[in-house]
């Protein structure tokens, strides 16, 4: 490709870059998208696509144990790892086509390769080509963190390695207490694996209501994951293929393998930020912007997990889209970051949206709270333990919804429609004068008909 000049220029083929691309070639600019590795960005090609797609391969053991209690006599089982993981390269790979696709048909091109800022407007390819650009759009998205280096860092893996080991470890050590720790401990688990959580804090899924975390932790530690908080690791030795980790409270485990997932930092090494002026966001080390994406520099932009703002993918693909409206759409246009709906894909799930107790309680004179703990109804012949946990958190004053947490089956599912409602600024009352669908878990929530509590606190002189 000869040195070109476009109206966009877009670093990163995920999903806010890819959104944003289509969209502005769909107003007539001229677009060029560059990525350096794959298409799909991190959430199709190793993040909550294939992750998910694990999740249901776990899922199969579960319902295994659980069927003799319907009349179902099942022959033991065989899990090969090898055929979940080519069959999730395949899909994976279709997913990737499809995206490329679906950008070289909004008018959009794409070079495989890596952009570097030259200056404000002039890009640098990995080929050696230059892009001059009236607008660029920054989408590279964020990497695994490892954090402070230890010794034996080396031996330990990433979300972006685990998709690809030759082999399903029969015991694995896992640090990190969010969303991608708890989910592939979940997912080993469920598999067959040993696994241990390593977390330094002294619960897990920290920023997430106290009585999800604490459930979330008690179904886990139920199906037998073993959960370690208030340590961390602080090193990892190789004998063989044996990995001891050491940890600060002075214990180790024997593993065969070790994961850190202990957050993500945003993806700004090396796209020579400094040579076009654009600033860092000091408290977190992502792009800084404004509420419609613009960096310190008028014409460039920067969306998704690179900004450090709400890292999820649809995050992402709602701030690409506004914007492509609000540059070339002629639209200007917000992304609002309140009561954004979102699931962790643990083994029980979790949904939630909205504010938790404690931030309800800090920021609201008036707060209820309508909680249900109990057994759906499949438990009662599947044999299982597992709780299902539903908790509103209400305005007092208003009876406005101000936080809905579900952890249990088809959470995920059930959060997506309740958001809406949350959305819509939906009351007790409403969900009050909602038939139940009956029997079902989700009825719960228009049941709940007594407050389990009532805080007052008084205004401040």
Same mark, same amino acid.
């Not at 999740?55 to 053991?61: D, G, K, L, N, Q």
């Not at 613009?294 to 506004?322: C, F, K, M, W």
């Not at 409403?430 to 009532?454: K, N, Q, S, Y």
């Given at each position: 490709?000869?040195?070109?000049?476009?109206?966009?220029?877009?670093?990163?083929?995920?999903?806010?870059? %890819?959104?944003?691309?289509?969209?502005?070639?769909?107003?007539?600019?001229?677009?060029?998208?560059?990525?350096?590795? =794959?298409?799909?960005?991190?959430?199709?090609?190793?993040?909550?696509?294939?992750? /998910?797609?694990?999740?249901? +391969?776990?899922?199969?053991?579960?319902?295994?144990?659980?069927?003799?209690?319907?009349?179902?006599?099942?022959?033991?089982?065989? #899990?090969?790892? +090898?055929?979940?993981?080519?069959?999730?390269?395949?899909?994976?790979?279709?997913? &990737?086509?499809?995206?490329?696709?679906?950008? &070289? /048909?909004?008018?959009?091109?794409?070079?495989?390769?890596?952009?570097?800022?030259?200056?404000?407007?002039?890009?640098?390819?990995?080929?050696?080509?230059?892009?001059?650009?009236?607008?660029?759009?920054?989408?590279?998205?964020?990497?695994?963190?490892?954090?402070?280096?230890?010794?034996?860092? &080396?031996?330990?893996?990433?979300?972006?390695?685990?998709?690809?080991?030759?082999?399903?470890?029969?015991?694995?050590?896992?640090?990190?207490?969010?969303?991608?720790?708890?989910?592939?401990?979940?997912?080993?688990?469920?598999?067959?694996?040993? %696994?241990? $959580?390593?977390?330094?804090?002294?619960?897990?899924?920290?920023?997430?209501? &106290?009585?999800?975390?604490?459930?979330? =932790?008690?179904?886990?530690?139920?199906?037998?994951?073993?959960?370690?908080?208030?340590?961390?690791?602080?090193? $990892?030795?190789?004998?063989?293929?044996?990995?001891?980790?050491?940890?600060?409270?002075?214990?180790?485990?024997?593993?065969?393998?070790?994961? #850190?997932?202990?957050?993500?930092?945003?993806?700004?090494?090396?796209?020579?930020?400094?040579?076009?002026?654009?600033?860092?966001?000091?408290?977190?080390?992502?792009? +800084?912007?404004?509420?419609?994406?613009?960096?310190?520099?008028?014409?460039?932009?920067?969306?998704?997990?690179?900004?450090?703002?709400?890292?999820?993918?649809?995050?992402?693909? !709602?701030?690409?889209?506004? #914007?492509?409206?609000? %540059?070339?759409?002629?639209?200007?246009?917000? %992304?609002?970051?309140?009561?954004?709906?979102?699931?962790?894909?643990?083994?029980?799930?979790?949904?939630?949206?909205?504010?938790?107790?404690?931030?309800? !309680?800090?920021?609201?004179?008036?707060?209820?709270?309508?909680?249900?703990? #109990?057994?759906?109804? /499949?438990?009662?012949?599947?044999?299982?333990?597992?709780?299902?946990?539903?908790?509103?958190?209400?305005?007092?004053?208003?009876?406005?919804?101000?936080?809905?947490?579900?952890?249990?089956?088809?959470?995920?599912?059930?959060?997506? $429609?309740?958001?809406?409602? $949350?959305?819509?600024?939906?009351? /007790?009352?409403?969900?009050?004068?909602?038939?139940?669908?009956?029997?079902?878990?989700?009825?719960?929530?228009?049941?709940?008909?007594?407050?389990?509590?009532?805080?007052? !606190?008084?205004?401040?002189?």
């Amino acid at each position: 490709m000869a040195d070109a000049r476009v109206d966009l220029f877009v670093i990163g083929g995920g999903s806010g870059g %890819v959104r944003a691309a289509r969209i502005a070639a769909g107003y007539g600019a001229s677009v060029l998208v560059a990525e350096e590795y =794959r298409m799909g960005g991190t959430c199709v090609i190793r993040g909550c696509v294939p992750k /998910k797609l694990m999740v249901y +391969a776990s899922h199969v053991r579960h319902e295994l144990d659980e069927a003799a209690g319907f009349g179902w006599t099942i022959p033991e089982a065989t #899990f090969d790892w +090898a055929t979940l993981i080519a069959n999730k390269d395949k899909e994976i790979a279709r997913l &990737e086509a499809a995206y490329t696709a679906n950008v &070289e /048909k909004s008018g959009a091109r794409i070079v495989k390769t890596r952009a570097v800022f030259e200056d404000a407007h002039t890009l640098r390819l990995g080929t050696g080509e230059r892009v001059t650009a009236a607008h660029v759009l920054i989408a590279t998205g964020g990497a695994p963190n490892h954090g402070d280096a230890i010794p034996g860092i &080396e031996h330990v893996i990433s979300s972006n390695e685990v998709f690809h080991l030759p082999a399903l470890p029969k015991r694995i050590v896992i640090q990190g207490g969010g969303y991608i720790a708890l989910e592939f401990a979940c997912i080993f688990a469920g598999l067959g694996s040993d %696994v241990t $959580v390593v977390y330094r804090g002294e619960n897990i899924l920290r920023g997430f209501d &106290e009585d999800v975390r604490a459930h979330v =932790r008690g179904e886990m530690e139920k199906s037998g994951i073993t959960i370690l908080t208030g340590c961390v690791v602080t090193r $990892v030795d190789k004998h063989g293929d044996v990995f001891t980790t050491h940890l600060s409270s002075g214990s180790s485990i024997a593993s065969d393998r070790v994961m #850190f997932a202990i957050g993500r930092h945003p993806n700004v090494k090396g796209l020579g930020l400094d040579n076009a002026g654009v600033a860092l966001n000091p408290v977190n080390g992502g792009i +800084a912007v404004d509420a419609f994406s613009r960096t310190s520099v008028p014409h460039i932009y920067a969306v998704g997990d690179v900004t450090q703002r709400i890292n999820l993918t649809p995050v992402a693909i !709602r701030e690409g889209h506004a #914007f492509a409206d609000t %540059v070339f759409g002629g639209r200007p246009t917000r %992304v609002d970051h309140n009561d954004i709906p979102t699931a962790v894909f643990t083994q029980p799930e979790v949904g939630t949206v909205g504010l938790t107790e404690a931030e309800a !309680r800090a920021q609201y004179t008036h707060v209820d709270i309508y909680k249900a703990s #109990f057994r759906p109804l /499949k438990a009662t012949l599947s044999g299982s333990e597992s709780r299902v946990l539903m908790k509103l958190i209400v305005d007092g004053r208003t009876d406005r919804i101000l936080g809905c947490h579900i952890v249990g089956p088809e959470a995920g599912e059930l959060i997506q $429609v309740v958001g809406i409602a $949350v959305k819509m600024k939906a009351t /007790k009352a409403d969900f009050d004068a909602t038939v139940a669908v009956h029997p079902t878990a989700a009825e719960e929530l228009v049941t709940l008909r007594t407050p389990t509590a009532r805080h007052v !606190r008084e205004a401040a002189e």
